[in-house]
C-alpha cells in the first residue's frame, strides 16, 4: 500500500517535508518512522493519521497520511 | 471561531468591550491606526477598506462535522450572530449601531449579552529570552490538523466552561513585539472566562501542531517542546 508522510520542524530540514512511501499492508507509524531511519524519534515525537493524533502502533491504510509531529511550540 | 492567519492581529487601543474586533490592517503600515466607530464594523484604520491580501486558512463551522473551508476573511460570518457577516473583522459581540438608542433584541448587531466576562489572552514574540536575542521567529504548521485541534478545544471550552471562543494563531515571520497568538473566551461570570481562557491557551501550546523556528544573530534553532534542535 502507499501513503503520504509529512514531516514537520527539525525533521523536514533533516529528511524533507513530503515523502510518498510504499509500505507492507500490517505497516504502522513505527514502520513509517523506521523506512525514513527515523527510529529514534518515537520516543518523544508524535504520530497524526489523517489530521488525527494516533498511536505509533496503530495500523496504517492504503491513501492514509501519516504526520510525524515533534513536541509542538504553538502560542 | 478559529483562525490561522499570516496578517498581522491588530487589537491595540480599539478594544472595548463588549466589542472585540480582531484582524484587518492597515493599507499603509506607515499610517498610524485612526480611531473608528468601531460600530461601522469597518475596518479601524482605513474606512470602507476590509483585509486583503490575507490568508485565513480555515475557520469553524457552524456544524463541527463539516470539514474546515477557506473563506473570505472579508466576510467572515459573526461567531454570536449567525447568518451576520462582519467586514474585515473577527468580532466576538458588538454594540448596538446606535449607541444613543437602546438596544433591541431584534437589531442583528445587537449581542446576545449573556456573557458577562471576557478574558483575552494574547501571546507576543519576546525580543529577549534569557541571553538569547531574537531577531525574529518563523512559525509553520501542519495547517489542516491545527485548525482540526483548534476546533476540538474550542468544542471543549464550550462544553466545559459554557465559553463564546475566538482562537487566532499567525503563521510566517514575525518580529518581538508582536502578537502571535490570541484566544479569547467569553462566559456569564469572570471565573469560568478565567479558566476558559487558561486552558485555551494552555491546551494549544500542548495539543495544536505549530512550531516555531527562531532566529538569532548566532544562528536559528527549532523550539520542540522544552528542545531546542539546531536547524539546518
Known amino acids: 500500500m502507499r501513503c503520504r508522510v509529512l514531516l514537520f520542524a527539525h525533521l523536514a530540514d533533516r529528511c524533507g517535508p513530503n515523502h510518498d512511501l510504499t509500505l507492507p499492508d500490517d505497516a504502522t507509524g513505527r514502520t513509517v518512522a523506521s523506512e525514513l531511519g527515523l527510529d529514534n524519534i518515537t520516543s518523544f515525537c508524535r504520530v497524526a493519521i489523517n489530521s488525527r493524533f494516533a498511536s505509533w502502533d496503530d495500523p496504517i491504510s492504503d491513501g492514509d497520511e501519516v504526520a510525524i509531529l515533534p513536541p509542538v511550540s504553538g502560542g | ?147 482540526r485541534q483548534m476546533r476540538e478545544i474550542e468544542n471543549e471550552a464550550r462544553r466545559k466552561f459554557g465559553a463564546e471562543v475566538v482562537m487566532v494563531h499567525r503563521l510566517g515571520r514575525l518580529s518581538p513585539g508582536d502578537t502571535a497568538v490570541l484566544v479569547a473566551a467569553a462566559t456569564p461570570h469572570r471565573s469560568e472566562a478565567f479558566e476558559a481562557c487558561r486552558f485555551l491557551i494552555d491546551t494549544l501550546k500542548q495539543d495544536v501542531p505549530i512550531w516555531k523556528k527562531e532566529f538569532t544573530r548566532s544562528g536559528a534553532f527549532w523550539v520542540e517542546g522544552d528542545r531546542q534542535v539546531a536547524a539546518e
Not at chain 2, 459573526?78 to 446606535?98: E, F, Q
Request: net charge negative.
Open chain 2, 1 to 147: 471561531m478559529v483562525v490561522l492567519i499570516y496578517e498581522p492581529i491588530r487589537l491595540d487601543s480599539w478594544l472595548k468591550p463588549p466589542l472585540v474586533v480582531l484582524g484587518s490592517s492597515p493599507a499603509d503600515p506607515s499610517q498610524p491606526p485612526t480611531t473608528k466607530d468601531p460600530n461601522t464594523l469597518e475596518s479601524p484604520s482605513v474606512p470602507g477598506r476590509t483585509v486583503k491580501g490575507s490568508v485565513v486558512l480555515g475557520s469553524s463551522p457552524a456544524d463541527p462535522s463539516q470539514p474546515a473551508t477557506t473563506i473570505d476573511p472579508n466576510t467572515l460570518e459573526s461567531p454570536s450572530v449567525p447568518g451576520r457577516t462582519v467586514k474585515g473583522s473577527v468580532v466576538l459581540g458588538s454594540s448596538p449601531a446606535d449607541p444613543s438608542q437602546p438596544p433591541t433584541t431584534k437589531d442583528p448587531n445587537t449581542f446576545e449579552c449573556s456573557n458577562g466576562g471576557l478574558v483575552i489572552f494574547q501571546g507576543i514574540v519576546r525580543g529577549r529570552t534569557g541571553d538569547v536575542e531574537t531577531e525574529y521567529l518563523e512559525y509553520s504548521a501542519h495547517t489542516e490538523m491545527a485548525l
